[in-house]
């Protein structure tokens, strides 16, 4: 009882001790840069300069065109592996013989074991100029670093993560249920939209909340495919950046952590925090509200 008490407590005080972390340095933060500035600012510019005379002297910490990017490609992402995934997962666990099952399961997993170094690569090196090119064949300007080469990438590389964790839930769906929706008269796509869907919709929502966590928090891809260009935009075919790639940016190398341009790291490390979580407490009661239903 010592041991289970003791690495429980570890949990918990790991959990407070990242968010006091970023509490303490974002207060910091703010006694530099209003909140206001910092939450509802359009323009992105932590370069701090030397003398107060310089251009750009006081800098932008607008956190507004970050949050754009990030946004827009955890929802291009999200477009391909929500659909790709949840299909996928319906068909291996329905459909699918289990000959066809035990190879290509595995397979599609192999996917997740990639690093995303080699996804980046992929983006930029493959992605990127077909789109370019494509864009240039029907008369669209396409730019070299685009938001949608970046996600489109992203979303292949997060279809296991929700195909794995849906054929779970759907395979744990009890057979009476299944059987019992066959008995009185539906067919097989019916039984599944009105039967195995609903009842393993907790493990799809996990899926996919999975799959959002490692959208938003992916850095390498957006690095190699979307650029460091902080672009308040919704056009998916011109460059953007996210949160993450300007946390890695702002930490890289010798830094003074008593500047504003290292301490907007830990604020944005907080808002961050802040957004998944209401994203997460929204989704678990999405969840919760329509499983009451089938009760």
């Given at each position: 009882?010592?041991?289970?008490?003791?690495?429980?407590?570890?949990?918990?005080?790991?959990?407070?001790?990242?968010?006091?972390?970023?509490?303490?340095?974002?207060?910091?933060?703010?006694?530099?840069?209003?909140?206001?500035?910092?939450?509802?600012?359009?323009?992105?510019?932590?370069?701090?300069?030397?003398?107060?005379?310089?251009?750009?002297?006081?800098?932008?910490?607008?956190?507004?065109?970050?949050?754009?990017?990030?946004?827009?490609?955890?929802?291009?992402?999200?477009?391909?592996?929500?659909?790709?995934?949840?299909?996928?997962?319906?068909?291996?666990?329905?459909?699918?013989?289990?000959?066809?099952?035990?190879?290509?399961?595995?397979?599609?997993?192999?996917?997740?074991?990639?690093?995303?170094?080699?996804?980046?690569?992929?983006?930029?090196?493959?992605?990127?100029?077909?789109?370019?090119?494509?864009?240039?064949?029907?008369?669209?300007?396409?730019?070299?670093?685009?938001?949608?080469?970046?996600?489109?990438?992203?979303?292949?590389?997060?279809?296991?993560?929700?195909?794995?964790?849906?054929?779970?839930?759907?395979?744990?769906?009890?057979?009476?249920?299944?059987?019992?929706?066959?008995?009185?008269?539906?067919?097989?796509?019916?039984?599944?939209?009105?039967?195995?869907?609903?009842?393993?919709?907790?493990?799809?929502?996990?899926?996919?909340?999975?799959?959002?966590?490692?959208?938003?928090?992916?850095?390498?891809?957006?690095?190699?495919?979307?650029?460091?260009?902080?672009?308040?935009?919704?056009?998916?075919?011109?460059?953007?950046?996210?949160?993450?790639?300007?946390?890695?940016?702002?930490?890289?190398?010798?830094?003074?952590?008593?500047?504003?341009?290292?301490?907007s790291a830990f604020?944005?490390?907080?808002?961050?925090?802040?957004?998944?979580?209401?994203?997460?407490?929204?989704?678990?009661?999405?969840?919760?509200?329509?499983?009451?239903q089938y009760e």
């Amino acid at each position: 009882m010592g041991v289970l008490i003791a690495c429980s407590t570890v949990a918990v005080l790991t959990t407070i001790g990242i968010v006091l972390s970023l509490v303490f340095e974002s207060l910091q933060f703010f006694r530099m840069v209003p909140v206001t500035d910092f939450l509802f600012g359009i323009h992105w510019s932590p370069q701090m300069a030397i003398r107060a005379d310089q251009v750009g002297a006081s800098g932008g910490f607008g956190a507004i065109p970050l949050l754009a990017g990030t946004f827009l490609i955890s929802a291009i992402a999200l477009t391909v592996s929500g659909p790709v995934g949840l299909y996928s997962a319906i068909y291996i666990a329905e459909y699918a013989s289990p000959r066809f099952r035990a190879v290509v399961k595995p397979l599609l997993e192999v996917l997740a074991g990639i690093p995303t170094v080699v996804y980046g690569f992929f983006a930029a090196l493959f992605v990127a100029p077909l789109l370019r090119a494509g864009g240039e064949s029907i008369g669209l300007a396409v730019s070299s670093e685009s938001a949608l080469a970046a996600g489109l990438v992203m979303g292949v590389m997060t279809i296991p993560f929700v195909s794995s964790i849906a054929d779970d839930a759907i395979t744990a769906v009890p057979n009476a249920l299944k059987e019992g929706a066959l008995g009185v008269g539906a067919t097989r796509s019916e039984m599944i939209r009105q039967v195995v869907l609903p009842a393993a919709l907790p493990g799809i929502a996990g899926g996919m909340l999975l799959a959002t966590s490692r959208v938003i928090g992916e850095t390498m891809i957006v690095v190699m495919a979307a650029g460091l260009t902080a672009n308040l935009t919704l056009n998916p075919l011109e460059a953007v950046t996210t949160v993450t790639v300007q946390i890695v940016t702002l930490l890289t190398g010798d830094q003074e952590f008593d500047s504003a341009k290292t301490l907007s790291a830990f604020a944005l490390g907080l808002l961050l925090f802040i957004v998944t979580l209401i994203l997460n407490v929204i989704a678990l009661r999405i969840v919760k509200t329509y499983r009451e239903q089938y009760e």
